[in-house]
């Protein structure tokens, strides 16, 4: 249920409607935007008495929520949601690039990689530590080493990096990650994701294999739930009976999640169809749906990469790249 405030009510009267609610067993989520100020009850609403909240004078209307979701859910919070990172914006009117290797290797390969993405002008450096692979017998990532080689690639650069947590018995040694991401096996993971809403962090949660979309913001949920509303949505293929791509990369989720939520949703076109030659229109596809920043896997020679090479571009092709997608941000009246 949602409480919509009349506009330029003052903050005390707006405190007392909230403590009324409050006495009748329920927890307000309090968001105040630039047109309207929203209070999303949170609780057993059947125990509020609706008649009550309708008389009081600052009140415009009253609706009930039927979404499942609450904290992910638009009605709740009316404007996008901008999140901070290192003095960089993630959400509306900004597109972020993340870019970087699948896994990392070595020092040398993940620096000059780092450098390389910085200079096409990349907002955030990814590497993958810890790599959960279908084969037991892959490559598994390097570990905790290859968080150390990241925080090295982000002094020598300056770029903020985001890598995949895998369990939360690693969670300490992520603590000066600057994006934690959630895989999409991990997705409904909900011991992991009500953890990582404990923590005061950015979480870049990524879409299951085969979720629906109200099944992906409920595990955006479940991280909002406990206190963190620090989260990225992202779509990163999904499995159907496509067989001449990896996956199949929903951009249609771009506008419907955009409808249904508030949270800002970037595009991971490498691993939406595993090959490296789609990787620029799909790139150009998700700013013109309306996505906030895209994801790009970029590797210094694809060909010797220990993960997902066929999915990789080189820095030169992602310099290319950039200097395309700048231009259709500027269609879309938004920054890089």
């Known amino acids: 249920m949602i409480v919509v405030v009349k506009p330029n009510t003052k903050e005390e009267d707006i405190q007392r409607l909230i403590k009324m609610i409050e006495t009748q067993g329920v927890k307000i989520h309090y968001s105040k935007g630039i047109d309207h100020t929203i209070l999303g009850i949170v609780g057993d609403t059947t125990l509020v008495d609706v008649a009550k909240i309708r008389s009081n004078q600052i009140v415009e209307n009253v609706l009930r929520v039927q979404e499942p979701y609450k904290k992910a859910n638009r009605l709740f919070h009316p404007d996008d949601t901008i999140i901070d990172v290192k003095g960089r914006k993630v959400g509306e009117g900004t597109i972020s690039i993340i870019a970087g290797p699948c896994s990392v290797e070595s020092e040398e390969q993940i620096v000059s990689i780092a450098k390389s993405v910085k200079q096409s002008g990349a907002t955030f450096l990814r590497g993958g530590a810890f790599k959960p692979r279908s084969s037991p017998y892959a490559f598994q990532g390097m570990g905790y080493e290859g968080l150390d080689l990241l925080k090295i690639a982000r002094k020598a650069t300056g770029l903020p990096i985001v890598s995949e947590l895998m369990s939360l018995e690693q969670l300490p040694a992520f603590e000066d990650v600057d994006i934690i991401q959630v895989g999409a096996r991990n997705m409904q993971n909900f011991i992991l994701l009500r953890e990582l809403g404990k923590i005061d962090k950015p979480i870049l ?132």
């Open 205 to 336: 949660l990524k879409r299951g294999l085969c979720a629906t979309m109200q099944e992906f913001l409920m595990s955006a949920e479940y991280i909002m739930k406990e206190g963190n509303d620090k989260v990225i949505l992202c779509e990163r293929g999904i499995r159907t009976f496509e067989t001449a791509t990896r996956n199949t990369l929903d951009l249609s989720c771009v506008p419907v999640l955009k409808k249904k939520s508030h949270l800002p949703i970037i595009i991971d076109p490498s691993h939406g169809t595993g090959l490296s030659w789609t990787v620029e229109a799909l790139s150009k596809a998700a700013i013109a749906v309306g996505a906030d920043g895209v994801m790009i896997e970029v590797h210094n020679n694809p060909e010797e990469a220990l993960c997902d090479g066929a999915q990789s571009i080189t820095p030169a092709q992602f310099d290319s790249i950039m200097k395309t997608l700048k231009k259709y941000a500027e269609i879309e009246n938004k920054v890089m």
